[in-house]
């Protein structure tokens, strides 16, 4: 059974800080999502990576995927106040393309 | 240029009671997805379709029901609502692409 887990689960920021958040996933798949996810808003897609080594970049975020590690990280370079949301990483892939959400990090940036 | 549309937005049943919660796509997708969201958790699949006149249950089926009898539109039904239904659900659709999400249901079951 495939499994998505997400830390921290809450994440606190000053404004202009870096800082990473972390997605395991427990069996192999060939893609791996980000979304946004506003306060009482619908999902935003962000990133989709799809093989090891794979990086994307946004702005001041970036997605790495090592398939290897069954890892996904998503940095935040010099936080400001407007990437305050819920971050979800979800994996995906095989015939039907069922998503497996994580948890969701709820990031919280401060002036 | 819709997208992935939900009706209602909002609602509220009383236990035992019964509705059905439509999502309508205008992008031709093949594969549409509903997926509930409770506090502090990620979203959990329901149900899913991968095609007109096909559907499959997802992680947590119990107590819904599905249809799919146009490629555009894809119902979740409730037939004798629980309090434990009380949730968001959102509707998605799409295929090996990032999955397209309606604007969610809030649904309360008292």
């Known amino acids: 059974e495939l499994k998505v887990e997400q830390n921290p689960l809450f994440l606190s920021m000053q404004e202009g800080k870096n800082y990473t958040i972390y997605c395991n996933y427990s069996t192999t798949s060939d893609r791996l999502y980000w979304y946004r996810q506003d306060p009482g808003k619908s999902l935003e897609s962000l990133f989709v990576l799809l093989s090891n080594g794979a990086v994307k970049q946004e702005g001041r975020l970036m997605a790495s995927l090592d398939t290897k590690a069954r890892l996904s990280t998503l940095h935040i370079t010099a936080a400001v106040h407007d990437l305050s949301a819920t971050y979800f990483c979800a994996v995906g892939g095989g015939n039907t393309d069922k998503l497996i959400f994580g948890t969701g990090t709820r990031l919280q940036v401060f002036p | 240029n819709a997208g992935v549309t939900q009706t209602p937005k909002f609602r509220v049943l009383k236990t035992g009671q019964s509705m059905t919660l439509l999502c309508a796509q205008d992008m031709n997708h093949e594969y549409m997805y509903w997926y509930r969201q409770d506090p502090g958790m990620g979203l959990r699949l329901i149900h899913y379709s991968v095609g007109e006149g096909t559907t499959a249950k997802g992680e947590v089926p119990d107590g819904y029901n599905v249809s799919r009898l146009k490629k555009q539109n894809f119902l979740l039904g409730l037939e004798s609502a629980a309090p434990s239904q009380t949730s968001v659900y959102f509707c998605?659709?799409?295929?090996?692409?990032?999955?397209?999400f309606g604007d969610g249901t809030r649904l309360s079951i008292l």
């Open positions: 998605a659709s799409g295929y090996r692409q990032p999955q397209h």
